[in-house]
């Protein structure tokens, strides 16, 4: 069946240094190549097959949309304080729906292909999460600098893409609300779980996926790893050289 894309456009408290650096307002409507970040992140979700509607999670609509093609598949939702809270939120008051692919406006890198290849890894999980191994990402990239999460047999980076199949999956996104400001912590995650799955992990006698796996178990879902051999899905757009990177890729130049 067709999958809801959820697309995160929302701004955290503060002012964000890249955005503030290109003089842009919203780190969403920050250019790339010439296009606006949203807009790049959400013609891929629109010319994705498996995607059925898109929905925009945003605190500032009107320049987001400003942005952004005129199609009856998008729509908005608001965001609030956090974006796990946003979206359990959003859930439970029925304004998402089930199965729910969510995914980020910086991940301006993002293709179709990537897209099909996650949602299959998913198959049969209540939650999936993707990521990509450190060995695929230098292989393109030898030179770019990421925030590693090292376990057994591989250290791996996050790659923003996120699959909920349905309600058992609630646990998991209120576990995340609780864990948010952590994200780029990958010990303070596992330390939610447990001092055992801790211990596994800081010696690496335990692998990403079974710790995903194991971490889902403690909270009644069948959760997963998907793994991507797509490099450029580790890649979003946080700092300056990533920016970089990305309009390099884009331009044909990396």
Known sequence: MPVTALLLAGRR???DPLAASRGVALKALLPVAGTPMVARVAATLLATPEIGELV???QDVAPIRAALPADPRLRFA???????RSIAGALEAGGLGFPLFVTTADHVLLRPATIAAFLAGAAGADVAVGAVERRVVEARFPATRRTWLRFRGGDW???????FA????????????????????????????????????LTRTIGLAAAIRQAG???????????????????DVDKPDDLTLAEAVLEGRA
């Open 13 to 15: 408290p503060g002012v």
């Open 56 to 58: 925009v999670m945003t």
């Open 78 to 84: 608001p965001s609030g304080d956090g974006i796990a």
């Open 157 to 163: 980076t996050g790659a923003n893409l996120f699959h």
């Open 166 to 201: 349905g309600p058992a999956a609630l646990p998991v996104i209120r576990a995340w609300a609780a864990v948010e400001q952590d994200r780029k912590k990958g010990w303070k995650l596992i330390a939610r779980f447990g001092p055992v799955l801790l211990l596994r992990a």
């Open 217 to 235: 178990r403690r909270m009644g879902a069948a959760v997963a790893l998907v793994p991507l051999a797509d490099p450029l899905a580790a890649v």
